[in-house]
């Protein structure tokens, strides 16, 4: 049956096309980034025949270009709540509840993004999203301000809501609703050089934290970076100084492995940019920057604990190191993490989909049932599932370098995920839950296959 609606993908891969350039034109520094994130992909893949073979293989070569990653914070309940119908338009919803205040950071954060291998496949883009916890700053007359502050404003348009209540409605949009949704929605995450307060106000609240100010001085939530993947992250931190880039100290995340686990990510810093007060005063706001990350397979609860736990060793001994020695004591340490895809899987540390081989496809009916021996007589074959979720760690120290190493430990052991969820207005989905289903899923189609 045909719908005279668009797909969610649809509108998702416009969105993040539409948002990645209005970046470029706000950020010029982004632009830069992407051209040596792209020219350091191609000599990748020019190198390693193998692995382009590999991505192309697993359909993730398609997707390499228009894959991106972008991250906001909000102020109020009511704000989180209508972006999760606005993101719901374009196919992406909450998964996994990140506690940022452990990190001395004053939010707890979730991930948007598509679901479905299909729709992951088509474009995976995802909104890192943060919701400010006034609750955690100290000051009662600080928080009432803020408070109040935040409720004056509308960080949506007109257009986007009738058009968020449109899709809810007739369950789709057409192609010109489409188009008119993307031009809507983008002027929530767009940049304003001026504040909304004047500049006592934004000093107090920076004196507080400087992401306070970031989240209540504004019009909007805007787009604070966006974040290409890239095939050699070691490569891109490299070359960042002489493409005129200030990296940030450590590339965050696990070390360069054979198997890639998980996610490394770095970024160049934010800009000091011109911001105007209320009041005719100039002055600046420091919140954007650009980021860059290099994905691996998605670790089960098992492969999760020993990640945590090498890289709790890890941190212990290399604080305050630069990113080379960074990186050797993390390899050092992670020696002792398995790195072969297939100790990945039969060590039950990663997550994988089952498929049949060509000769898996012409054998006929199989009665061995045990996947690792289908996979050594060539009837099956493994492959990572990619990791598609965020680190809390690593998203500390990427807030960090970002907010002149603000941190406050009073805000620490404060995780409250049912508070982030009634905020929500739903349940954020179990990241893991979905890798296993996965899995799951491809197991039981193999063997169902063999057997038929
Ligand atoms: C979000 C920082 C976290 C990531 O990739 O882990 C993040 C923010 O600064 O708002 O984007
Ligand atoms: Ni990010």
Redesign the pocket.
């Known amino acids: 049956m045909t719908t005279p609606y668009v797909s969610c993908d649809e509108i998702r891969d416009r969105f993040s096309k539409a948002m990645s350039a209005m970046y470029q034109a706000e950020v010029p520094q982004y632009e830069t980034l992407l051209e040596l994130v792209e020219r350091v992909n191609r000599e990748t893949l020019e190198r390693d025949g193998a692995l382009a073979e590999r991505l192309a293989a697993h359909d993730e070569l398609a997707r390499l270009n228009v894959e991106r990653?972008g991250?906001i914070?909000v102020g109020t309940a009511a704000e989180l709540a209508m972006l999760r119908r606005l993101f719901a338009v374009m196919g992406m919803h909450p998964v996994g509840y990140y506690d940022l205040s452990e990190a001395g950071v004053p939010v707890h954060s979730t991930a948007f993004r598509p679901v479905d291998d299909a729709a992951l496949a088509r474009n995976p883009f995802r909104i890192?999203t943060?919701l400010l916890r006034l609750e955690l700053i100290e000051s009662p007359a600080l928080r009432e301000r803020a408070a109040a502050i935040l409720a004056e404003r509308d960080i949506f348009t007109p257009g986007a809501r009738e058009l968020i209540a449109r899709h809810e409605a007739q369950g789709g949009l057409t192609d010109e609703q489409a188009e008119r949704f993307v031009a809507e929605a983008l002027e929530t995450f767009r940049w304003h050089r001026d504040a909304t307060v004047d500049l006592d106000t934004y000093e107090a609240l920076h004196a507080e934290h400087r992401l306070i100010a970031d989240v209540v001085c504004f019009r909007g939530p805007h787009i604070?970076?966006l974040?290409p993947r890239t095939l050699d992250i070691d490569e891109v931190q490299r070359r960042m100084p002489a493409a005129g880039m200030n990296p940030k100290a450590v590339i965050e995340g696990p070390p360069r492995r054979d198997c890639p686990i998980l996610l490394r990510?770095t970024s160049f810093k934010a800009l000091e940019e011109p911001t105007r007060f209320k009041g005719e005063r100039q002055g600046t706001h420091t919140a954007r920057f650009g980021?860059i990350?290099q994905r691996g397979v998605a670790l089960t609860t098992e492969g999760r604990a020993l990640y945590d736990s090498l890289l709790g060793e890890s941190r212990r001994k290399a604080a305050g190191l630069g990113n080379t020695e960074h990186q050797q004591r993390l390899a050092r340490v992670f020696a002792d993490f398995p790195d072969s895809e297939e100790a990945l899987r039969r060590q039950g540390l990663a997550f994988f989909e089952y498929q049949l081989t060509e000769a898996g496809r012409a054998a006929g009916r199989v009665a061995e049932t045990e996947l690792e021996t289908l996979i050594g007589k060539g009837l099956v074959v493994a492959r990572p599932i990619t990791y598609e979720d965020?680190?809390p760690v690593?998203?500390a120290g990427?807030?960090q370098s970002?907010l002149g190493g603000g941190e406050n430990a009073a805000y620490a052991g404060n995780a409250n995920r049912e508070a982030f969820e009634a905020a929500l207005g739903a349940a954020v989905a179990d990241e893991l839950a979905l890798y296993a289903e996965r899995e799951r899923a491809s197991r039981e189609a193999v063997l169902e296959a063999l057997a038929a």
Do not use: D, K, P, V
Request: proline share 0%.
């Open positions: 990653h991250a914070r890192f943060s604070n970076h974040t990510q980021e990350e965020f680190l690593s998203a990427i807030f970002n």
